[in-house]
């Protein structure tokens, strides 16, 4: 099996920035596509950002710039000049392969990221 575990959430002032960071361990044998969602209080899940295996990205929100470090299998969001609507749980989602061929979708527990005005 894959896991993802987000950190670097907190509280931040508006203004501010945080760099957030998901990391995939357990059985993997390829990571193709990964994301960041984010879903607010009573909102549908989000895209952020994708970013694929040759580093592609794909970013909806502006302030946001996704990376990745493929030897750590870890994917990084950089968010800058948030504000109070950015407060949300972000979730981190990876499109997995196994050593055996099989296809996993992982989604991390989520991180809550809270932007005081």
């Known amino acids: 099996q894959v896991q993802l575990v987000e950190s670097g959430g907190g509280l931040v002032q508006a203004g501010g920035s945080l760099r957030l960071s998901c990391a995939a361990s357990?059985?993997?044998?390829?990571?193709?596509?990964m994301y960041w969602y984010r879903q607010a209080p009573g909102q549908q899940r989000d895209l952020v950002a994708a970013i694929s295996s040759d580093g592609t990205t794909n970013s909806v929100q502006g302030r946001f710039t996704i990376s990745r470090d493929n030897a750590k299998n870890t994917v990084y969001l950089q968010a800058n000049s948030l504000k109070p609507e950015d407060s949300a749980v972000y979730y981190c989602k990876a499109n997995a392969i196994t050593p055996l061929g099989k296809f996993l979708e992982v989604w991390g527990q989520g991180i809550l990221v809270t932007v005081s005005s």
């Open positions: 357990g059985t993997i044998g390829s990571i193709n596509v």
